[in-house]
C-alpha cells in the first residue's frame, strides 16, 4: 500500500477520543475463509489429528489515539488488503502447506497480527489492538499486539 496516512482530527480539548470519562473508541472487523489443516503431535485417535476443515472467522480490532476523517479510527474500506491477504493465502486452502508451523488458531492469530503489523498498519489511522481467529462459533484464540514480536 502507497496511500498516505489520513489526516487526524483531533477530538475534545485534549485531542483523546477518550474523552473525560476515560471511555476508549475501539473498532472491529470480521473476515471469513474456508480452510483444511491437521495437527501433528496429538494422540492416536484424536479428532484434531486428521485432516479436516473449519469455517474461519478472524476478527482484527483497531484504536487510535486521534480520530481520523470523519470521525474514524480507521476507515473500514483500509482493512481491504487484509481481507485479500486472507483470501490469497488462506481461503481454500490446506494451512499445514501454507504456515510454516503447526495451523493452530493461537499460531495463526499470531502470524496474522504480525502481517497485519508489517503490511497494513503503517499506512492507516489506527493501531491493532487485536487479532482473534475462530475455527468454530465456540471457540477463539487472541492474539494481543503486546505479544505478537
Known sequence: MTTPRP????????HDP?????????????FTFEASHRLNGLPDGHK?????????RVTVELTADELAGPGFVTDFGDLLPF?????EHFDHRDLNEVLDVEPT???????LVRWF???VQPVIAGRLVAVTVS???????????????
Open 117 to 119: 503489523l508489517d503490511n
Open 105 to 111: 488458531s493461537e499460531r495463526l492469530a499470531l502470524h
Open 48 to 56: 484434531c489429528a486428521r485432516l479436516h476443515g473449519h469455517s474461519y
Open 83 to 87: 481481507s485479500a491477504y486472507l483470501a
Open 18 to 30: 477518550r474523552g473525560p470519562d476515560g471511555v476508549g473508541l475501539t473498532i472491529g472487523k470480521t
Open 7 to 14: 489526516s487526524l482530527t483531533h477530538v475534545g480539548p485534549h
Open 135 to 149: 475455527e468454530t462459533p465456540k471457540t477463539w484464540a487472541r492474539c494481543t499486539v503486546g505479544n505478537a514480536r
